[in-house]
C-alpha cells in the first residue's frame, strides 16, 4: 500500500500530530509526505500574508508546483490532504487520477472563516470530507462529497501532566484575543487571581496590566512541548469557545484535561456530552466565571478530584489523535494494521 500525507509537517503542528499517526497504524505501507510548511517558511511575509488571507500570489503558486514536482511515486492508494486551502482543483485532479481514495481532513471551519475558493472548486473531487465542526456538516454535503464528522483530539506523547497538583498555580489560556475573553481575563486579573496568558493581539490587555505582579504573558506564540507544559503548570484550563464562529468544542476542550489541568468551559451540547458535572467546571454565564474560579482555588481537594477525573474520562472516550485516526480509516475503509 502506497500513501501520501500533504500538510503542514512542521514540529509541533496538529497536522503532524494527526500524519504520525495514520503512519502508525498503516505501518506496512509506503508512507511518504509532502510538507507544504517548507514552502512556507521560504515565502517572505508579504506573499505569506496574501495567500493565507486571500489565497493568491506566489506562496499559492509555489505550493502547488511544490507538490507536483515532490510526488514520489506514479499511483497511491490513499492521498490525505490536511487543511487543502491553498491547493488548486487542477493538483487535486492529479492526484485524484493517481490515487485509489483521496480524503481531505480539517479541524478547521471552513465556511463560516478560513474560506477558500480553491478548496470549495475541489471539494466534489474528494472521496471524503473529514471535520470537527458539526454545524458545517450540511455545508460539505452541499457539493456532493461524502462527510465524516469527527471530534478534536489531543496527543497523549505530548499533552500529559508535567506537574504535580501541588506545583500548580492559578489560571492558564492559551489562544486569540476575543472580546468576551479579553473581559474575563480582564476581571480575573483584576480579582488577583495568577494568570498566564498567551496568543495574538493582546496588546491593549497587556499594556493595561503589564504591572500586575498576577498576570504573566508568555508571548504571542507558544507551540509543542511548551504548550503543554505551560497548561500543565495552572490549577485551571481557560476553555475558551470563539463567538466568531458557531463553535462547540474545541482542541483545548481534551488538550487541558490531557495535560492533568482542569477544564472550565461553557456547557452546551456537545461539551456535555464529553464530560459529567464532576469532570470539568462547566459555566453557563460569563460572568459567574470568575466567582467560579475564586471556589475552585479554595478548595483545592475539590480541584484535584475534578481534574483527575477529567484526565481519565477524556482517556476512557478515546480522544486521543490516534484512537481518532483509527476511527476515520474505518469510516473510509481503510483497514488499520494496528
Given at each position: ?67 507536483i ?13 490536511d ?38 472548486d ?37 499533552h500529559?501532566p ?30 488577583d487571581?495568577?494568570?498566564?496568558l ?9 499594556n ?126 481503510m483497514?488499520?494494521?494496528?
Amino acid at each position: 500500500m502506497k500513501v501520501l500525507y500533504i500538510g503542514l509537517y512542521n514540529e509541533g503542528s496538529t497536522a503532524k500530530m494527526r500524519g504520525e499517526y495514520l503512519r502508525e497504524l498503516l505501518p506496512s505501507a509506503d508512507f511518504s509526505v509532502i510538507d507544504t510548511s517548507i514552502v512556507l517558511e521560504n515565502t517572505s511575509r508579504i506573499f505569506r500574508s496574501m495567500g493565507w488571507r486571500w489565497k493568491i500570489g506566489p506562496f499559492i503558486n509555489n505550493i502547488n508546483s511544490y507538490i507536483i514536482h515532490n510526488l514520489p511515486h506514479e499511483y497511491y492508494d490513499l492521498v490525505w490532504i490536511d487543511k487543502g486551502v491553498f491547493i488548486k482543483p487542477t493538483v487535486v485532479q492529479l492526484l485524484k487520477k493517481r490515487s485509489g481514495k483521496i480524503v481531505h481532513f480539517t479541524p478547521d471551519p471552513a465556511f463560516t472563516c478560513h474560506r477558500s475558493k480553491l478548496f470549495f472548486d475541489s471539494l466534489p473531487l474528494y472521496d471524503y470530507c473529514i471535520t470537527t465542526k458539526q454545524f458545517e456538516e450540511e455545508n460539505y454535503k452541499q457539493y456532493g462529497v461524502k462527510t465524516i464528522v469527527c471530534t478534536q483530539g489531543y496527543d497523549p506523547l505530548l499533552h500529559k501532566p508535567y506537574h504535580s497538583f501541588k506545583e500548580k498555580k492559578g489560571v492558564v489560556f492559551i489562544g486569540h484575543k476575543e472580546d468576551e475573553r479579553e473581559e474575563i481575563i480582564s476581571k480575573l486579573i483584576e480579582a488577583d487571581i495568577h494568570v498566564v496568558l498567551a496568543g495574538i493581539k493582546w496588546n491593549k490587555l497587556l499594556n493595561r496590566y503589564k504591572h500586575k505582579a498576577n498576570f504573566v504573558y508568555k508571548g504571542t506564540e507558544i507551540l509543542g512541548e511548551d504548550y503543554a507544559k505551560t497548561i500543565s503548570s495552572a490549577q485551571i484550563g481557560l476553555g475558551f469557545l470563539s463567538k466568531w464562529i458557531p463553535e462547540t468544542h474545541t482542541t483545548r476542550t481534551f488538550e487541558i484535561p490531557a495535560c492533568g489541568t482542569a477544564l472550565l468551559t461553557e456547557r452546551n451540547k456537545e461539551t456535555s456530552s464529553f464530560f459529567n458535572e464532576d469532570e470539568v467546571i462547566f459555566y453557563d454565564d460569563k460572568n459567574d466565571i470568575a466567582e467560579l474560579v475564586k471556589h475552585y482555588l479554595s478548595h483545592p481537594e475539590i480541584l484535584q478530584a475534578i481534574t483527575i477525573r477529567g484526565a481519565q474520562r477524556v482517556i476512557k472516550s478515546f480522544r486521543d489523535y490516534k484512537s481518532i485516526m483509527r476511527s476515520v480509516l474505518d469510516q473510509i475503509e481503510m483497514r488499520s494494521d494496528v
